[in-house]
């Protein structure tokens, strides 16, 4: 009876750590299985041997002999790392480990206790995170390379959620609204443009004086959600050339059209039916203005004795 029950026992056992090591090697993170006394890794699943290493050379070399150099990869953090965890304080942090060929891998490490055949142990699960820090590395990139963009940019821009809450504003449009607190402390934008896609706005300008914006609204995105992109232009001196040329314009009287005129005495008839001079007609519709004087040929025919005189 009694050597059943240690055939039973021991069948139990080996189905027990089959079910362990298939878990073991068949997780796609590296698993490291340390002593909690001595820091000395017992273990490794499938996963490490993937860096090029055997399973004896990564217990032999230990966690420090795959690691960078330096303090915080130094024997005794490593160890006070591991101590924590064994005390029931998970530790979660990242680290990074060298392949055979040199290769430096960032991983995200998770430490914890737990109990493997009887024995109080630490996990290490190891997560490579060469990707994510890729990633994270090029969105990094994306939003200096934009606010590198927008800062330099000489018009003003804000970014705005669907309530007009303002979310970003580079440093032009902070001067533009210099009078807004809203917009400097990230309030709601209260210049709202409803269904329009342009407007009119008192700015401050960039020398310090009143002066008229141009708003443009179009759809963004911002951080993944819908959101308006408002671009103000510094409109005041185009706008004031405008209306200067519109006054001028409008000032400039032009004479258009059949003008019924006297073949003799080359009298104008007007809109009234009156007859004018010429000059009074001309002088009342346009700008131009006359300065009377004498040509050669009616010096000759109304005054002969004053041409006489000049000639001899």
């Known amino acids: 009876m009694h050597t059943m029950e240690k055939a039973e026992k021991q069948e139990k056992q080996i189905v027990a750590d089959d079910f362990y090591h298939e878990i073991f090697n068949g997780v796609n993170d590296m698993i490291l299985v340390h002593d909690p006394e001595t820091g000395a890794i017992l273990d490794a699943n499938s996963k490490c041997l993937e860096i090029g290493y055997t399973a004896d ?7 420090a002999g795959f690691s960078p150099k330096g303090e915080e990869y130094s024997p005794d953090r490593i160890m006070l790392l591991i101590r924590k965890a064994a005390e ?9 480990f060298y392949d055979r060929a040199g290769k430096l891998h960032p991983t995200e490490v998770s430490l914890k206790r737990a109990t493997i055949r009887g024995r109080n142990v ?13 990633v994270r590395q090029e969105t990094r990139q994306a939003k200096d390379n934009f ?10 821009l804000i970014v705005l959620d669907y309530e007009w809450r303002v979310h970003f504003a580079n440093p032009v449009a902070v001067h533009f609204f210099t009078h807004d607190k809203n917009v400097l ?4 934008f209260d210049h709202t443009m409803k269904n329009k896609k ?3 706005v008192v700015i401050t300008r960039l020398n310090g004086k009143p002066g008229t914006g141009e708003m443009r609204k179009t759809n963004t995105e911002w951080e993944g959600k819908p959101a308006y992109l408002i671009s103000i232009r510094d409109v005041t001196g185009p706008k004031k050339l405008v209306e200067e040329l519109t006054r001028a314009i409008g000032s400039i009287r032009t004479l258009r059209g059949l003008l019924p005129i006297c073949s003799h005495c080359k009298k104008i008839r007007n809109d009234k039916g009156y007859w004018e001079q010429i000059e009074t007609y ?3 519709h346009s700008e131009a203005e006359f300065s009377h004087g004498l040509c050669p040929d009616c010096v000759a025919k109304y005054y002969p004795q004053i041409k006489d005189r000049h000639e001899t």
């Open 57 to 63: 050379e990564i217990r032999r070399m230990g966690v």
């Open 88 to 96: 029931g304080c998970p530790q979660l942090f990242e680290w990074g």
């Open 122 to 134: 630490v996990l290490a699960i190891l997560r490579d995170i060469s990707e994510r820090k890729a």
């Open 147 to 156: 606010h590198n963009i927008v800062e330099k940019y000489t018009d003003g």
């Open 185 to 188: 402390a990230g309030g709601r």
């Open 198 to 200: 342009s407007a009119e």
């Open 282 to 284: 001309i002088s009342l």
